[in-house]
């Protein structure tokens, strides 16, 4: 199959590092200059067509890339594999294509994600001719990935978990899987997080291993919004609780496994935003990197805001607030955090410049001392042919060892309009 890439021939199109905070910063740490930052090619499908919205959600473990696109592949989905050549990214090309089997109308969608060791990959779907939602699990070949349907697939114990799949995430021994709840039709339940256990013979058509409860649940509180898991650890996020507007704030329920393995429980820790607010948005998107965990306020109009970093205390995962706040209040911003991904020190954040007319990447890296409230990024990057209505990064970002990848579902490529497209950065 042909593969269409477009190849930055410059180190960098737009990078701005921050040697020092301005003059009207509030942040007690400064800034030295940011890590340099090489956009390394561009991507697009090999089937693209209209509204296919490539890079609607994205992933990267080590030398393997999945892009998730909704509509290609006749309307039903497809995620797109590229393995990293011996090259280098920057000459990557097409290395399988995953599909869902049985299925007929409907799509597998985002969000895609992918087990550090690069073996396991999940992705939501949504077909009419399947009694329940599922979500789906590739287990890469012994001879390595190749053009495949899905493994297995994972659902709810009672079936028809509304917006199951809604939020996804694996270590490969553990996929993680939020459903909202709330389908109204009298259908005002608060939301769920389904913890899916590999088995010893590996992953197959299972139902859940445990549920990860919320201890105060409210209706409608879109519990399961955002999850992370991590070996030991687990995040759930909720949002609020409520219709409109929210009557409870947002907040990160963190659990931490039991020494006999997962079972269903309650939370270990509650980590809410100070100051305190019903509508702060917190648990939206959440990222879980060893014993840190990023989740960005959804505040609109508030670049100060910020996204939140919480660390684990020595004693383990207690209740409490943010560790630092994580802001830019460059020129223009008008707020942050449509996009978040974590990886080690380095936390990437999706800025929004005039009301999202451009986006940016931006990124933080965690001083030696330790994470500080900041108001400004060490590094922004915008890619050079970005234009209104890409959707840069909506819960599209992802890292590994200093490989970014970000979504622009929404982009014009090759003279189709939101066929999508994904970059790939290197951080140095």
């Known amino acids: 199959m042909k593969f269409t890439s477009l190849p930055v ?13 301005p003059a009207n910063s509030d942040s007690s740490a400064a800034h030295a200059p940011g890590k340099p930052v090489q956009q390394l090619v561009e991507l697009t499908p090999p089937d693209g067509g209209f509204d296919g919205f490539f ?3 994205v992933a990267i473990a080590g ?20 393995v990293k050549p011996a090259t280098g990214w920057k000459d990557a090309t097409l290395t399988a294509q995953l599909t869902a089997a049985n299925v007929s109308t409907g799509w597998l969608g985002g969000p895609v994600l992918i087990s550090p060791d690069g073996n396991t990959i999940v992705v939501n779907g949504t077909f009419s001719n399947t009694p329940y939602p599922e979500v789906f699990v590739f287990v890469k070949p012994t001879g390595g990935w190749v053009n495949m349907t899905q493994t297995a697939s994972l659902h709810a114990t009672h079936g028809g978990a509304f917006d199951f799949g809604y939020s996804i995430a694996t270590d490969g021994d553990n996929i993680l899987v ?25 992953w197959t058509d299972m139902t859940e ?11 409608c509180d879109d519990y399961g919004a955002a999850v ?41 820790a509650k980590l809410m935003a100070q100051p305190n607010r019903a509508t702060n948005g917190l648990g939206f998107s959440v990222a879980l990197s060893g014993s840190t965990i990023l989740a960005p306020l959804t505040l609109t109009g508030s670049p100060r805001s910020g996204a939140y970093i919480f660390t684990k205390p020595a004693g383990g995962w207690a209740n409490g607030a943010q560790t630092a706040s994580l802001a830019n209040i460059s020129k223009g911003v008008t707020s942050i955090g449509v996009g978040i991904a974590l990886d080690g020190s380095t936390a990437a954040v999706i800025a929004n410049y ?8 931006t990124l933080y890296d965690e001083p030696a001392n330790g994470w500080q409230n900041v108001s400004m990024p ?46 790939i950065f290197q951080q140095n």
């Open 9 to 21: 021939l410059s180190l960098l199109l737009a990078v701005w590092c921050s040697a020092q905070q």
């Open 55 to 57: 890079g609607q959600s």
């Open 63 to 82: 030398d393997t890339i999945a892009i998730e696109s909704f509509s290609n592949n006749n309307g039903q989905g497809a995620i797109y594999l590229y």
């Open 178 to 202: 939020g459903s909202l709840g709330c389908s109204g039709d009298g259908d005002f339940s608060s939301g769920a997080a389904y913890l899916f256990v590999k088995p010893a013979g590996g």
């Open 209 to 219: 291993t445990a549920m990860l409860e919320e201890t105060d649940p409210i209706g």
């Open 228 to 268: 992370a898991i991590q070996g030991d650890t687990a995040v759930v996020g909720r949002t609020g609780g409520g219709m409109t507007p929210p009557v409870a704030p947002g907040a990160l329920y963190v659990f931490t496994k039991p020494a006999g393995g997962w079972i269903t429980m309650g939370q270990t």
């Open 354 to 361: 005039r009301g999202g007319t451009t986006r940016a990447l």
């Open 378 to 423: 060490d590094t922004t990057v915008i890619p050079s042919d970005e234009a209104p209505n890409d959707s840069l990064g909506t819960r599209a970002v992802s890292m590994s060892g200093g490989i970014i990848v970000v979504g622009a579902p929404g982009a014009s490529r090759n003279g189709n309009a939101a066929e999508g497209a994904a970059y």
